[in-house]
């Protein structure tokens, strides 16, 4: 025989009050409850308790205000959607609410006044989390932008990679008459001018060869290296371009892997970067350049597609850089320098530089409060 169960009473479906309270009591996706015409709570469901954290002991007899921030508690907000909902015959909006915790959520809310004939006699109120959909929407938004920026930069660049490969032409044209011209002439008159022609024809090469960087046109010689032995045998160089008016400091994590990148590019990529702080600082100042070790994923990757980098930061303290400037300061030619203080290449070149060798740069900046430039480069696989 089977077992002598006690089973629960059939639920009467034709008791319409208690199918609802069955409904109410079953849903935890939706805070569902009542008011009475003063906005205190008079019945919690389970959803309440998941969403808001509150027990039902906790909760009914008080008023729904302390759900509400306190900035809007403050300016009335809560009497005012009461009123709205009174009025209009419904209430609903997305805002921040509290939880019994302290933290905030982004709660999508439905008010709907209650009437006993021409008396008002309370509200049913409704309350969904969306938080999660709101942080999704925000990552969706932010991994558009960066897709914009990196299919601008990536049109700029084929359009420079074209230019800078007919400027590289001309180039050696000239390069070569003017070392023809110098194994001609003994005249002093012309050399002068010859070797004034050449070191302009070799800045018109460094130039070409940033363009070409940017571009991702310009062939790397890559080798597995350790960041900072390179940087601390740059050092000198690197203080000569910082100037005696400005404090260079390294702050090196030990033990980094290896990264295998181009010397020559890494080395110009540094240089240009410290070359931007000392500029920022006219009257002297701070230039921090420090290595680490960090977890990140590429721009155009998902979140969840992280690896190894090895980053190196140049920070400063200078003037920083205009809000509407930063995202275009990867730009060739675009620079916020005066006329005839730079060429708008040293950081297209530190960008370009990056993502040939597999990582990526950040920027972060405020008007008179420093600029932080990071150059993320991926960790040798098979060191």
Known sequence: MPPNHNPAPPVDLADE????????????????????????????????????????????????????????????????????????????AEGWRVRQDGTRFLASVVI????????????AKITRDITER??????????????????????IGLLTLGLAHDFNNLLTVVVNSLDVIGGRTQDPRITRLLETAMRASDRG???????????????????????????VANRELLGR??????????????????????RSQFEAAI????????????????????TSLKRAHLPAEAPQQERLFVCTEVAD??????????????????????VGRGSGLGLSQVFGFASQSGGFTELHSLPDGGTTVSIYLPVCENP
């Open 17 to 92: 009050p208690r199918q609802f309270a069955l409904l109410v009591n079953s849903v935890t996706d939706y805070a569902i409850y009542m008011l009475d015409a003063n906005g205190y709570v008079r019945t919690w469901n389970p959803g309440g308790i998941r969403i808001k954290g509150y027990q039902p002991e906790q909760v009914i007899g008080t008023h729904f205000s302390r759900f509400y921030t306190d900035e809007e508690a403050g300016a009335g907000v809560p009497l005012r959607n009461l009123q709205t909902a009174a009025a209009e015959g419904r209430f609903s």
């Open 112 to 123: 709907d006044p209650i009437w006993n004939g021409s008396e008002l006699i309370g509200f």
């Open 134 to 155: 709101f942080e999704s929407e925000q990552r969706l938004q932010a991994a558009q932008v960066a897709l914009m920026e990196s299919q601008k930069l990536e049109a």
């Open 205 to 231: 090469v460094l130039l070409t060869r940033q363009l070409l960087t940017f571009g991702r046109g310009q062939v790397l010689i890559a080798e597995a290296l350790d960041l900072n032995a390179l940087i």
């Open 241 to 262: 371009a910082a100037t005696d008016l400005m404090q260079l400091t390294l702050d090196l994590a030990p033990a980094l892997p290896m990264v295998e990148i181009d």
């Open 271 to 290: 240089l240009n970067l410290v070359s931007n702080s000392r500029d920022a600082m006219a009257h002297g100042g701070h230039i921090r350049l420090s």
């Open 317 to 338: 303290n200078g003037c920083g850089i205009a809000t509407e400037h930063q995202a275009r300061v990867f730009e060739p030619f675009f620079t916020t320098k005066d």
